[in-house]
């Protein structure tokens, strides 16, 4: 089953807008990672937040992480058309060597 | 250095046949994990293999199965492939299991069952 579940399935933004995702999860983690995949190909990583963080930066993307609400956001800002993709955020449990569990993912479009 | 290698990237089988998918990872990682991702179900975990064990498996039949060789390359096998089965295969390896590793996904293999 689905450990995370992202807001909205989709979305469709202009180009330079923000674009902003939102996961939630249902037991305690470890750590949080987002990837991105493009049209039916690998996922990419994006960046890992760990349990005792609360905000994550890198590029154009900001992560952040509230584990009292089990959820997190991802941020990117100034979208580019390249950052059309699916996003997911996957949650590896806090009794560890589990497997990361994957969200259904948004849908993200940016019209140039 | 090389990424992690998915091979065939298509397949097309027929009901009842059997299939077996091939995954390189990156040179050092022990860790292979295998997804299926469908339009409906998601991401679905398979398995995980480190240093040729399997650590986890996820809640498919037993017409699944895999393995992990000394070299770390891994093969996923699905008997009596049925309708259902098609679907985008993903291998993905990391340096160690669960942690903080980071999991680096191959192109895929889709399979379509006819």
């Known amino acids: 089953s689905q450990q995370g579940e992202e807001d909205p399935q989709a979305l469709s933004i202009q180009e330079g807008e923000n674009a902003t995702m939102n996961c939630s999860y249902k037991t305690s983690i470890n750590n949080l990672q987002w990837y991105r995949q493009n049209s039916g190909r690998g996922l990419v990583h994006l960046i890992l937040i760990r349990s005792n963080e609360r905000e994550k930066h890198s590029g154009r993307l900001r992560v952040t992480l509230d584990t009292s609400k089990k959820s997190s956001s991802l941020l990117i800002t100034a979208s580019r058309a390249a950052d059309t993709a699916s996003y997911f955020c996957a949650t590896e449990s806090f009794s560890g060597n589990t497997p990361l569990v994957f969200g259904k993912g948004t849908r993200l479009s940016v019209i140039a | 250095k090389a990424g992690v290698t998915q091979t065939p990237r298509y397949l097309i089988k027929t009901r009842g046949q059997q299939v077996t998918l091939s995954c390189s990872p990156i040179s050092g990682h022990r860790s292979v994990s295998w997804y299926q991702q469908t339009p409906g179900q998601g991401l679905q975990f398979l398995f995980e293999?480190?240093?040729?064990?399997?650590?986890n498996k996820g809640n498919f039949p037993g017409r699944f199965s895999g393995r992990q060789f000394s070299n770390s390359r891994s093969e996923m096998n699905v008997s009596t492939l049925e309708l259902g089965d098609s679907a985008l295969y993903l291998c993905?390896?990391?340096?160690?299991?669960?942690?903080?590793?980071?999991?680096?996904f191959g192109q895929g293999t889709r399979l379509t069952v006819v």
């Open positions: 293999y480190f240093s040729e064990t399997q650590r």
């Open positions: 993905a390896s990391s340096q160690s299991t669960g942690g903080l590793a980071e999991a680096f």
